[in-house]
């Protein structure tokens, strides 16, 4: 089963870049049956989808956030990042990673980071 865990700093400073990273167990992250995906939820509001890396790099985007999100990867370290730039408090949010099982659709969660952007 695949194992998911969150890490990075839980307040970012307006105007700066939010980064985080997702540590993956249990599946690769260069397989194909699998899509690793941000996902965040401000407070009181749902799920956000922004962006995906797929097995062999390749990155898809939320087009509301395109163009200040990023996600790579570290296949070494078996881990995915986000970078997030020039952030507002609107991005406060808690943060998920998420891997999908693309033919069964199954998700496994990460248990989320509370990220606070406040000077």
């Known amino acids: 089963q695949v194992q998911l865990q969150e890490s990075g700093p839980g307040l970012v400073k307006p105007s700066q870049t939010l980064s985080l990273t997702c540590t993956v167990s249990?599946?690769?992250?260069?397989?194909?049956?699998?899509?690793w995906s941000w996902i965040r939820q401000p407070p009181g509001k749902g799920l956000e989808w922004m962006g995906v890396?797929?097995?062999?790099?390749?990155?898809y985007y939320s087009p509301s956030l395109k163009s200040r999100t990023s996600i790579s990867r570290d296949t070494s370290k078996k881990q995915f990042s986000l970078q997030l730039s020039s952030v507002t408090p609107e991005d406060t949010a808690v943060y998920y990673c998420?891997?999908?099982?693309?033919?069964?659709?199954?998700?496994?969660w990460g248990q989320g980071t509370q990220v606070t952007v406040s000077s």
């Open positions: 890396i797929a097995f062999d790099g390749s990155t």
């Open positions: 998420n891997a999908r099982r693309i033919l069964t659709t199954t998700d496994y």
């Open positions: 249990g599946g690769s992250i260069t397989s194909s049956i699998y899509a």
